[in-house]
C-alpha cells in the first residue's frame, strides 16, 4: 500500500482531484452558462419562453443543485463512501447534460432532474476527500493552499468551456453545446478512474458513533418534512414569492435549516463551538451566493440585452474563424408564436399577421446606431462568463503570495475576517453595476458598456477567492468529525439559497425597471453582512484557534 508522504509536500492525490474536478465543471458551467439563453431565445431554436419564467427555472434548478448536497454528503458518510458516490453522481450530471441536447421538454427536466440529483452525490464528497487527504500533521498545514489549488481546476473549466458554447452553438446548434458538457464529464471520470490508486486510500467512510441521528430518522425529521413543505408550498393559493416553484422551494428549506438548527442546540460544549460559528457564516454567505449567481442570472440578462456586444469591423475576421460571433439581423421575421418583442400587424385585407421586430438585441439601440446594411456580428453573451475565471486564474497566485507576506510579518488575515472582507467586496461588485446603470441615460433605450461587466467580475474575482476555497477548508476544520460530509451539505446550502435568491431577483428583473435599485439592494446587503462578521470577528478567531491552532 502506498503511504501518506511524510515531507509536507503535495500528495499526488490533489492532481488527480484537480482534473476530475476541473472536467467536471467545464461541463457544469457550459450547461449552466446557456441555460437561461436557450430558454429565452427565439431566433435560433431555444425554447422561446418569458425572461421571467427562464429565469425563475434557472434559479430553482441552481438552488436545487447546491440542495441536494446535503442529501449526497450523508449518503457518502454513512454507506456509500465518498469515490463511489462521486462516480455515481458524475454518470447521473453526464446523462442529463446530454439529456439536454434532445429537442423534448420532458427530456430536458429529466435531465435536469439527473443533473440536480447527481451534483448532490459529486460536489460534496470530492471536497471531503480532498479533506481527508490533508488530515495528517504533515499536511494540514497546507490545506487552505490545496483547496486554493483545486479551485484554481474549477476555473480553468470555467473559463474554457464558454468558448466551446459560443462555437459549438454558432457553428453547430444548443445541442451540440449540452453535448459537450457531458463528454467533457465523462473525460473527468475515466481520469479519475484511471488514478484511483492515488485516492482509494483517502475514501474512509465514518462509522456511526454515540450520539449520531441514524439516517432513517433525518428522514422522517428532514427529508420526508422537506417534500411535505414543498408539496404545500407549491399548491399554497397565490404566490407570495412570486412562483409556485419560489414557494415550494422556500417552504421546503424550512425544516432542513431547523435540522440544521438542532444540530447546534443538542450537542455537546465542544461541538456547538465550531457547529455555531459555521451556521453563522453560512447564514450571511447567502448574501455572498446572491451576488454570485448573479452570473447565470441577473448579469445574463445584463449581457445579453443590456450590453454593447458589437467588436470592432478589423477583428470580424479573426473571430469569425473561431465561430465566437452570432450574426444579428434587423428585419422582422415572422414567427408562430409570440413573445415580448412581438408585433401584431395586418396585410391589405385587414388579416393578422404575426411579424416579430428586429433581433432582440437592437430593441433597446436607437435605430440610428442600427448597422445600415440591417446586418451585425456581436460577441456570444456566455463568453462574458469566463471573465470571472480568468481574473480567478490570474488573481489566485497574487492573493496567496499577499496573505504569505502578510503571514510573514505576522499579521496574518484570518479566515474569519477573509470572509468579512469577502462579503464587503462583493458588494462593491454589486456597486459596480449601479454606476454602470448610471452610465447611459437609459438602459431601455442604450447600452451600456462592455467595461462595466469586466470591472465588475474583476471586483467580485478578489470576494471570491477570500471566501468560496477557503469555505470548503472552513468546513473540514471546524465541523465535528462525525458532521464533516453534513456541514459541507450546510455550506452548499448556503449556495442553494443565494442562488433561488438570485433567481428571484432575475424573475422580476422586468418589474424593477430602475436597475440602480436592483443592485443597490444586493450591495447594501452584502456590505452590512461584512460588517456583522467583523463584530464577531475576535470570537470567531478564538473558536478556529481552539480547534486548529491558528486562526
Given at each position: 500500500m502506498n503511504q501518506a508522504p511524510k515531507t509536507g509536500k503535495h500528495p499526488r492525490g490533489l492532481m488527480v482531484l484537480f482534473f476530475t474536478e476541473m472536467w467536471e465543471r467545464f461541463g457544469y458551467y457550459l450547461m449552466v452558462g446557456i441555460l437561461l439563453l436557450y430558454l429565452i431565445n427565439t431566433t435560433t431554436g431555444g425554447k422561446g419562453l418569458p425572461r421571467a419564467m427562464g429565469a425563475d427555472i434557472v434559479g430553482t434548478f441552481i438552488a436545487l443543485v447546491y440542495l441536494t448536497p446535503f442529501i449526497g454528503g450523508?449518503?457518502?458518510?454513512?454507506?456509500?463512501?465518498?469515490?463511489?458516490?462521486?462516480?455515481?453522481?458524475?454518470?447521473?450530471?453526464?446523462?442529463?447534460?446530454?439529456?439536454?441536447?434532445?429537442?423534448?421538454d420532458i427530456t430536458m427536466y429529466i435531465g435536469l432532474g439527473c443533473i440536480i440529483i447527481g451534483n448532490g452525490f459529486f460536489k460534496p464528497n470530492i471536497s471531503t476527500l480532498l479533506g481527508n487527504m490533508y488530515n495528517t500533521d504533515e499536511l494540514r498545514p497546507l490545506k487552505d493552499n490545496a483547496y486554493n489549488i483545486f479551485y484554481m481546476g474549477i476555473n480553468i473549466g470555467a473559463l474554457v468551456?464558454?468558448?466551446?458554447?459560443?462555437?459549438?452553438?454558432?457553428?453547430?446548434?444548443?445541442?451540440?453545446?449540452?453535448?459537450?458538457?457531458?463528454?467533457?464529464?465523462?473525460?473527468?471520470?475515466?481520469?479519475?478512474?484511471?488514478?484511483?490508486?492515488?485516492?482509494?486510500?483517502?475514501?474512509?467512510?465514518?462509522?456511526?458513533?454515540?450520539?449520531?441521528?441514524?439516517?432513517?430518522?433525518?428522514?422522517?425529521?428532514?427529508?420526508?418534512?422537506?417534500?411535505?413543505?414543498?408539496?404545500?408550498?407549491?399548491?399554497?393559493?397565490?404566490?407570495?414569492?412570486?412562483?409556485?416553484?419560489?414557494?415550494?422551494?422556500?417552504?421546503?428549506?424550512?425544516?432542513?435549516?431547523?435540522?440544521?438548527?438542532s444540530l447546534w442546540?443538542?450537542?455537546?460544549?465542544?461541538?456547538?463551538?465550531?457547529?455555531?460559528?459555521?451556521?453563522?457564516?453560512?447564514a450571511i454567505s447567502i448574501i455572498f451566493w446572491t451576488i454570485y449567481n448573479q452570473n447565470s442570472t441577473g448579469l445574463t440578462i445584463w449581457a445579453e440585452s443590456h450590453t454593447d456586444r458589437s467588436i470592432p469591423k478589423f477583428m470580424e475576421q479573426p473571430a469569425d474563424a473561431v465561430y465566437t460571433l452570432q450574426n444579428l439581423t434587423t428585419t422582422p421575421r415572422e414567427v408562430d408564436s409570440l413573445d415580448q418583442y412581438m408585433r401584431v400587424v395586418t396585410d391589405a385585407a385587414g388579416n393578422p399577421i404575426k411579424t416579430m421586430g428586429p433581433d432582440p438585441y437592437f430593441v433597446n439601440l436607437p435605430k440610428e446606431k442600427w448597422?445600415?446594411?440591417?446586418?451585425?456580428?456581436?460577441?456570444?453573451?456566455?463568453?462574458?462568463?469566463?471573465?470571472?475565471?480568468?481574473?480567478?486564474?490570474?488573481?489566485?497566485?497574487?492573493?496567496?503570495?499577499?496573505?504569505?507576506?502578510?503571514?510573514?510579518?505576522?499579521?496574518?488575515?484570518?479566515?474569519?475576517?477573509?470572509?468579512?472582507?469577502?462579503?464587503?467586496?462583493?458588494?462593491?461588485?454589486?456597486?459596480v453595476m449601479v454606476f454602470a446603470a448610471m452610465s447611459v441615460p437609459s438602459?431601455?433605450?442604450?447600452?451600456?458598456?462592455?467595461?462595466?461587466?469586466?470591472?465588475?467580475?474583476?471586483?467580485?474575482?478578489?470576494?471570491e477567492i477570500c471566501l468560496s476555497p477557503i469555505g470548503l477548508s472552513f468546513v473540514s476544520k471546524l465541523?465535528?468529525?462525525?458532521l464533516t460530509a453534513l456541514m459541507m451539505?450546510?455550506?452548499?446550502?448556503?449556495?442553494?439559497?443565494?442562488?433561488?435568491?438570485?433567481?428571484?431577483?432575475?424573475?422580476?428583473?422586468?418589474?424593477?425597471?430602475?436597475?440602480?435599485?436592483?443592485?443597490g439592494i444586493i450591495t447594501a446587503a452584502a456590505i452590512l453582512g461584512g460588517l456583522l462578521i467583523f463584530s464577531k470577528i475576535k470570537s470567531l478567531e478564538q473558536i478556529t484557534r481552539d480547534k486548529t491552532g491558528s486562526a
Open positions: 450523508l449518503i457518502a458518510d454513512r454507506y456509500l463512501g465518498y469515490i463511489r458516490s462521486i462516480f455515481l453522481g458524475g454518470s447521473l450530471m453526464a446523462a442529463g447534460y446530454l439529456m439536454l441536447a434532445l429537442p423534448y468551456c464558454n468558448f466551446a458554447a459560443a462555437i459549438l452553438r454558432n457553428r453547430i446548434g444548443w445541442w451540440a453545446a449540452f453535448s459537450a458538457a457531458g463528454v467533457g464529464l465523462i473525460i473527468g471520470l475515466i481520469w479519475l478512474a484511471f488514478n484511483l490508486k492515488h485516492v482509494k486510500r483517502y475514501d474512509v467512510k465514518k462509522p456511526m458513533q454515540a450520539g449520531d441521528m441514524p439516517f432513517s430518522k433525518i428522514f422522517g425529521s428532514v427529508f420526508l418534512p422537506m417534500i411535505v413543505f414543498g408539496i404545500i408550498g407549491w399548491f399554497l393559493p397565490g404566490n407570495f414569492m412570486g412562483s409556485d416553484s419560489n414557494d415550494a422551494f422556500i417552504l421546503a428549506c424550512i425544516p432542513v435549516i431547523y435540522f440544521y438548527g442546540f443538542k450537542g455537546n460544549a465542544e461541538d456547538k463551538k465550531g457547529v455555531g460559528a459555521l451556521l453563522f457564516i453560512f448597422p445600415p446594411d440591417g446586418l451585425a456580428k456581436v460577441g456570444n453573451t456566455e463568453l462574458f462568463q469566463s471573465i470571472n475565471p480568468f481574473f480567478i486564474v490570474a488573481f489566485t497566485p497574487l492573493l496567496i503570495m499577499f496573505f504569505a507576506y502578510m503571514a510573514q510579518r505576522n499579521r496574518p488575515v484570518s479566515t474569519a475576517k477573509k470572509f468579512a472582507w469577502a462579503l464587503i467586496i462583493s458588494g462593491l461588485s454589486a456597486l438602459i431601455y433605450t442604450h447600452k451600456a458598456s462592455p467595461f462595466w461587466l469586466f470591472l465588475t467580475y474583476g471586483v467580485f474575482t478578489v470576494s465541523a465535528p468529525p462525525r451539505g450546510g455550506w452548499f446550502l448556503s449556495t442553494s439559497l443565494g442562488g433561488k435568491v438570485a433567481g428571484v431577483m432575475a424573475s422580476f428583473w422586468d418589474k424593477i425597471p430602475d436597475k440602480k435599485v436592483f443592485f
